[in-house]
């Protein structure tokens, strides 16, 4: 009897192991998840080879105090380029009026200058992570004039030739996000502060004082839903086509490429095709791709060739001239914090095993579509 129960025990052990392995619930699921197999290839240095300026990605801390996460972003040739995520942000570098504090982003431009990364500074006038002295200030047009002229001085001044590539010193690979999503998703302007107290003229304030702080940069307006036609890209154009007009310095259009699974848009190349012959470059500058969770083999695979997809699009485009990622790996991603039920975004998992998306990457460099 008691022999026959022991029997039946180890026949269903295994079984019930397996089951519950499988069901999507349980962590050491991913286990059983297609990982990426084209790792041998660094992103940064196909996609050099290939013609465009950088792969890179968008880090801050903490996650550059984590050890493991300094060892996969400096593994050699993976990536080119960093945006800080939050440290050179109005909260972040002016939180009381004419008091900058710069040293985490000076500590970013350090690890990325170790690493052999150009940098991207990221951003100066946006409606977020804005300091409420700013917000609420309640200033006339002109005195918020004054404070975004001195807000992006004070920033891209102190940066202005610091935020260059130790190995190759080309000015050229340093950019500003200037002004950070301006428009509504119907095209209209958003009604931020600075809007509504100044009007349009905002915009060319701010780039008019980039320029004079460093005139070496490449100044970008970044947005996101702006990456395939639509009415908000529409809208981008006209704006930077009136200020190429009016000979307001801007350089670039940058598309956040803050994507859903499935749903990339058809029409990037065209678009940003459009962009690009206004005589401005383009980038993608945080590029993600979430997903409705949990993950399974179905969507990394829909992720690969998402990713292709996107990064195909930029190699499409002679004026689109690199791929940042909005961060690399799952651990540390915004999307789960701001997306509820979304997450699993980014090329590698939370225990940085490089998922099929890596080789949608490496595929769309190559000029393979997945
Ligand atoms: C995000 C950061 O990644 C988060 O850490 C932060 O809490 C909120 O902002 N568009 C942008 C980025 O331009 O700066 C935002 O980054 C994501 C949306």
Redesign the pocket.
């Known amino acids: 009897m008691l022999r026959f129960k022991l029997q039946t025990l180890l026949r269903v052990i295994p079984v019930l192991f397996l089951s519950l392995s499988l069901h999507p619930q349980f962590r050491f699921v991913n286990a059983q998840l297609p990982t990426g197999t084209e790792t041998s290839t660094p992103l940064n240095t196909a996609i050099v080879q290939a013609g465009k300026k950088y792969l890179g990605d ?1 880090s ?1 801390f903490p996650e550059l105090n984590d050890e493991q996460y300094l060892g996969t972003l400096k593994t050699p040739g993976l990536f080119g380029q960093m945006t800080p ?2 440290s050179m ?1 109005w909260d972040a570098t002016e939180p009381t009026r004419g008091q900058f504090t710069f040293s985490n982003g000076d500590a970013i431009v350090a690890i990325a200058d170790s690493a052999g990364q150009i940098m991207r500074g ?2 100066c006038v ?1 409606h ?2 804005l300091p409420s002295w700013v917000s609420s200030g309640g200033f006339s047009a002109e005195e918020l004039t004054e404070i975004v002229e001195e807000h992006v001085k004070g920033v891209v001044g102190h940066w202005a030739g610091k935020m260059r590539n130790l190995l190759t010193q080309t000015p050229i690979s340093d950019s500003w ?1 200037v002004v ?2 301006a428009f509504n998703d119907d095209g209209t302007m958003r009604e931020s502060v600075f809007y509504t107290t100044i009007g349009e003229g905002y915009i060319a304030t701010a780039f008019n004082t980039a320029r004079a702080a460093d005139p070496n940069a490449k100044l970008y307006i ?1 947005d ?1 839903n702006i990456e395939g036609t639509s009415a908000k890209s529409t809208a981008m154009i006209n704006l930077v086509k009136s200020l190429k007009s009016q000979g307001v310095p801007i350089d670039g259009i940058g598309l ?1 490429g ?1 994507f859903i699974l499935g749903q990339i848009p058809n029409t990037l190349v065209q678009n940003m095709q459009a962009m690009t012959a206004l005589g401005v470059e383009v980038a993608f ?2 590029v993600d791709i979430r997903v409705e969770l949990p993950e399974t083999e179905e969507t990394r695979e829909q992720q690969k060739a998402d990713f292709n997809k996107v990064v195909e699009a930029c190699m499409q485009v002679e004026g689109c001239v690199g791929v940042t990622l ?2 690399f790996t799952d651990k540390y ?2 999307v789960p ?2 997306f509820p039920g979304f997450g699993a975004a980014l090329i590698y998992d939370e225990e940085y095993v490089a998922k099929p998306a890596y080789d949608g990457i490496v595929d769309a460099i190559k000029g393979k579509s997945d």
């Open positions: 968008m801050d995520g939050n942000k990221h951003t946006w977020n992570q996000d950070n999503e970044n996101y956040q803050h500058t945080e909005g961060g991603s915004w914090g701001t």
